[in-house]
């Protein structure tokens, strides 16, 4: 179960780059980390980035700023699956965001099986229920 949030500037993103961000951002995360896209959310968070400051100084006034976080359920991807998904997070940032500023963030973040899923179900439930079925 999945889930990517995408922090970029709203002024600057259109409809299409947006579409194709979460499109790229499911793919890699079906193709790089095994996950399902079908169940895999992918929400673009609109930023007001003269909120945000790196080291201290105000960002994104030369070039637009992102910070993508990507939660995995704990366990599920060695730590070289999770530094390709970083690396290619970013490569799919800088592609559609024409000109991303330094530094642009890429967190996976593992989160325990007892602690989400969806549908009512954590992932936890949908692994017991799936060794009780055979």
């Given at each position: 179960?999945?889930?990517?949030?995408?922090?970029?500037?709203?002024?600057?993103?259109s409809?299409?780059?947006?579409?194709?961000?979460?499109?790229?951002?499911t793919?890699?995360?079906?193709?790089?980390?095994?996950?399902?896209?079908?169940?895999?959310?992918?929400?673009?968070?609109?930023?007001?980035?003269r909120?945000?400051?790196?080291?201290?100084?105000?960002?994104?006034?030369?070039?637009?700023?992102?910070?993508l976080?990507?939660?995995?359920?704990?366990?599920?991807?060695t730590?070289?699956e999770?530094?390709?998904?970083?690396?290619?997070?970013?490569?799919?940032?800088?592609?559609?965001?024409?000109?991303?500023?330094?530094?642009?963030?890429?967190?996976v973040?593992?989160?325990?099986?007892?602690?989400?899923?969806?549908?009512?179900?954590?992932?936890?439930?949908?692994r017991?229920?799936?060794v009780?079925?055979?």
């Open positions: 179960m999945p889930v990517v949030r995408l922090f970029a500037p709203a002024d600057t993103l409809q299409q780059q947006i579409a194709n961000l979460q499109q790229r951002i793919d890699l995360m079906a193709e790089g980390l095994g996950k399902k896209a079908s169940v895999t959310l992918v929400n673009v968070v609109p930023t007001d980035v909120l945000w400051s790196v080291g201290g100084l105000p960002c994104g006034q030369d070039a637009p700023v992102a910070y976080e990507a939660f995995i359920t704990e366990g599920t991807n730590p070289d999770q530094a390709f998904f970083v690396q290619e997070a970013h490569r799919v940032l800088t592609e559609i965001i024409p000109n991303l500023a330094s530094p642009a963030y890429v967190l973040r593992e989160v325990p099986a007892a602690s989400w899923g969806y549908d009512g179900v954590t992932q936890e439930g949908r017991n229920a799936a009780a079925a055979g």
